[in-house]
T-cell receptor, first 115, second 114 residues
Framework: GAGVSQSPSNKVTEKGKDVELRCDPISGHTALYWYRQRLGQGLEFLIYFQGNSAPDKSGLPSDRFSAERTGESVSTLTIQRTQQEDSAVYLC?????????????FGNGTRLTVT | AQSVTQLDSQVPVFEEAPVELRCNYSSSVSVYLFWYVQYPNQGLQLLLKYLSGSTLVESINGFEAEFNKSQTSFHLRKPSVHISDTAEYFCAVSEVQGAQKLVFGQGTRLTINP
C-alpha cells in the first residue's frame, strides 16, 4: 500500500471492555513501532517489532497491554479491561530497516476513547 | 532516560516572515535528534534529523536545525515561511543505538497567516 494503515480510525469503548487495534505497515518494512499520544502530551513509545519478534516491551504501560505481529506484516495492539486513562491516539509506524537511516513512516492513528 | 521540551505550544506568524521553533532536550547519554511534522489530516513524517557530522542539517523544503550540544538544543528555523508550512512540529530524541525508541516533545502548532 501507499502508507501505513491503521484501523479503526476511531474507537469508543466502555470501561472494562477489551479492544484490538490494527496496523498494516508499508509492504517490505521490517521494523514496526507502536506509540501513543495522550491529550496534551508528546508521543510515548510502547513497543517495537523487528520482524515478528518484540525484543523490547518496556514501554507497555501495564500487563493489560499486549501486541503481536505475524508474517512480518500486520500487527495488533490489544488492551484488556480498558481504563479511562487508556484514552489516547495510538500510532503505528514502520521503517524499511532497523536503523536510523530508515525514517519512520507513521499511520494516521486510532483515536481510542474509554467511557 | 531522555526528555524533550518544546517551549512554545503555538506559534503564529505572517507569511514570508522568519520562524524559529524551540526544542531543548536532556539526556545522560549521546542522542540522535529529529524533527517530525504533521500536516493537517496526514500522519507524522520526518522533516530532518541529526545523526552525526555537521551540526547544521537541512530539509528539502527550506527548514534547518542546528544541534547545539552545550545548550542541549535543536531549534528549527526557516527564513521565510509559506502558507503550506502550517502544521504541527514535533522534536524528538533517541539514544545512539538500538531501536528508534523516540522520545517526543509535546509539539508546536505553527500557523501561517496571510
Amino acid at each position: 500500500g501507499a502508507g501505513v494503515s491503521q484501523s479503526p480510525s476511531n474507537k469508543v469503548t466502555e470501561k472494562g471492555k477489551d479492544v484490538e487495534l490494527r496496523c498494516d505497515p508499508i509492504s517490505g518494512h521490517t521494523a514496526l513501532y507502536w506509540y501513543r499520544q495522550r491529550l496534551g502530551q508528546g508521543l510515548e513509545f510502547l513497543i517495537y517489532f523487528q520482524g515478528n519478534s518484540a525484543p523490547d516491551k518496556s514501554g507497555l504501560p501495564s500487563d493489560r497491554f499486549s501486541a503481536e505481529r505475524t508474517g512480518e506484516s500486520v500487527s495488533t495492539l490489544t488492551i484488556q479491561r480498558t481504563q479511562q486513562e487508556d484514552s489516547a491516539v495510538y500510532l503505528c509506524a514502520s521503517s524499511f530497516q532497523f536503523d536510523y537511516n530508515s525514517p519512520l513512516h507513521f499511520g494516521n492513528g486510532t483515536r481510542l476513547t474509554v467511557t | 532516560a531522555q526528555s524533550v521540551t518544546q517551549l512554545d505550544s503555538q506559534v503564529p506568524v505572517f507569511e514570508e516572515a522568519p520562524v524559529e521553533l524551540r526544542c531543548n532536550y536532556s539526556s545522560s547519554v549521546s542522542v540522535y535528534l529529529f524533527w517530525y511534522v504533521q500536516y493537517p489530516n496526514q500522519g507524522l513524517q520526518l522533516l530532518l534529523k541529526y545523526l552525526s557530522g555537521s551540526t547544521l542539517v537541512e530539509s528539502i523544503n527550506g527548514f534547518e536545525a542546528e544541534f547545539n550540544k552545550s545548550q542541549t538544543s535543536f531549534h528549527l528555523r526557516k527564513p521565510s515561511v509559506h502558507i503550506s508550512d502550517t502544521a504541527e512540529y514535533f522534536c524528538a530524541v533517541s539514544e545512539v543505538q538500538g531501536a528508534q525508541k523516540l522520545v517526543f516533545g509535546q509539539g508546536t502548532r505553527l500557523t501561517i497567516n496571510p
